[in-house]
């Protein structure tokens, strides 16, 4: 079970709007924490594995639930980030 | 710090889906934490113009200009299945329905990720457009500006 630091919701949202709002609560959310995200959009999980891998951030795992679909990604430290 | 990575999009198409493809990459690879810039000229600069008609000096030719071509993002005509503007209408009723931003929102939020927005200055002399009729807060550059940004572009397309 992964507990979440905090929450964003982009149920309904389309393409380009999830990953541009994870990338707003990623930036306000201090290494290391976790983020869940709550996406309706099919394609947002390849979106998000990409994004995560060039932005040094960790993709730790989606769970699927009624068409929801719940993705976990741990902030880089400092030092791992990329750039 | 390395240099951040860069993308350049030269819009040329007037054409809404075009158009609202050339936002989304846009916005897609502000997210990417790309330095973004959006460089339009001849019938992609008609994204940039306000909705609301402006009060300029123009000859007759570029009034004539101003009166044909569409006046702002949300009034482009689709590049398939336009149907005399019927289109236009019809897929703005389905993007409403699966929550795709119209093209107006996609350039704000643009520009909120501080994406640049250049408008091609030789081109607006031959459509009659001037900066006051165009959206605030864009650039204004030529071709050794764009690619200035280009050459150093890691993601170059032109739409």
């Not at chain 2, 860069?6 to 054409?15: A, C, E, H, N, Q």
């Not at chain 2, 071509?69 to 209408?89: I, Y």
Request: overall charge neutral; proline content about 2%.
């Amino acid at each position: 079970m992964i507990t979440a630091d905090k929450v964003l919701n982009v149920k309904g949202l389309a393409c380009p709007m999830p990953i541009v709002k994870t990338k707003k609560a990623m930036e306000e959310l201090f290494p290391g924490k976790i983020l869940e995200i709550q996406a309706t959009d099919r394609g947002f999980k390849a979106d998000l594995e990409a994004w995560t891998e060039n932005a040094g951030h960790q993709f730790l795992g989606t769970i699927e639930e009624n068409s929801v679909w719940k993705h976990y990604v741990q902030k880089a430290s400092d030092v791992e980030e990329k750039q | 710090m390395a240099k951040r990575k860069k993308t350049t999009i030269v819009l040329f198409s007037g054409d809404y889906d075009k158009a609202m493809a050339a936002y989304i990459i846009a916005n897609g690879a502000a997210a990417y934490d790309h330095e973004v810039t959006v460089f339009h000229t001849f019938w992609g600069l008609n994204a940039l113009r306000k909705a609301n008609q402006v009060d300029v000096k123009k000859g007759v030719l570029e009034k004539l200009f101003g009166k044909m071509m569409p006046r702002g993002a949300e009034k482009l005509g689709l590049s398939k299945m336009n149907v005399a503007g019927f289109g236009p209408k019809l897929i703005k009723h389905v993007m409403k329905k699966h929550q795709a931003l119209p093209l107006t929102q996609l350039i704000e939020t643009a520009q909120e990720q501080e994406v640049k927005l250049v408008a091609c200055t030789m081109t607006m002399d031959l459509l009659g457009l001037q900066e006051k009729e165009l959206l605030d807060g864009i650039d204004y550059a030529g071709v050794a500006a764009y690619l200035g940004d280009a050459s150093e572009g890691n993601v170059n397309l032109f739409i």
